[in-house]
């Protein structure tokens, strides 16, 4: 097996601040664990058109992956209106403000526990 890669909250914490880099707006955090074997954490934040989405989301994959985290997945990247990238235990939402209203993906996974982007932050 290979090296270990930096713990789940600090890959976290990355995503997050690569994502405050490119002005991300409206940033949350819901920690899925205890309800979805999908992933540990939802990250969940929105843009205000196609290019800063694009941009968000490759500061994230570039972010993720020189820590050793590469993407899985990614989805949505060119027309850019929700852009997802599954890094396995983390899965990446970057939304438009209209699609990220009508998706609603906090009141989707509101038996997540929400969790402040400071506390992932300081561990990155």
């Known amino acids: 097996?290979?090296?270990?890669?930096?713990?789940?909250?600090?890959?976290?914490?990355?995503?997050?601040?690569?994502?405050e880099d490119?002005?991300?707006?409206d940033v949350?955090?819901?920690?899925i664990s205890e309800v979805s074997v999908i992933a540990d954490y939802f990250i969940i934040?929105?843009?205000?058109?196609?290019?800063?989405?694009q941009a968000m989301a490759d500061e994230v994959e570039e972010k993720l992956y020189k820590a050793g985290c590469p993407l899985k997945q990614k989805e949505?990247?060119?027309?850019?209106?929700?852009?997802?990238l599954d890094f396995?235990?983390?899965i990446v939402h970057i939304f438009d403000k209209e699609n990220r209203l009508f998706y609603d993906?906090?009141?989707?996974?509101?038996?997540?526990?929400?969790?402040?982007?400071?506390?992932?932050?300081?561990?990155a």
């Open 28 to 31: 949350r955090i819901i920690d």
């Open 88 to 90: 396995g235990d983390i």
């Open 76 to 84: 949505g990247y060119n027309n850019a209106n929700w852009v997802l």
């Open 1 to 19: 097996m290979s090296e270990p890669m930096m713990n789940i909250k600090a890959l976290a914490g990355k995503a997050i601040l690569a994502l």
């Open 105 to 123: 993906l906090e009141r989707i996974w509101r038996d997540g526990k929400q969790i402040l982007p400071e506390e992932l932050k300081s561990e």
């Open 22 to 25: 490119k002005k991300a707006e």
């Open 45 to 53: 934040a929105n843009g205000n058109n196609g290019s800063q989405i």
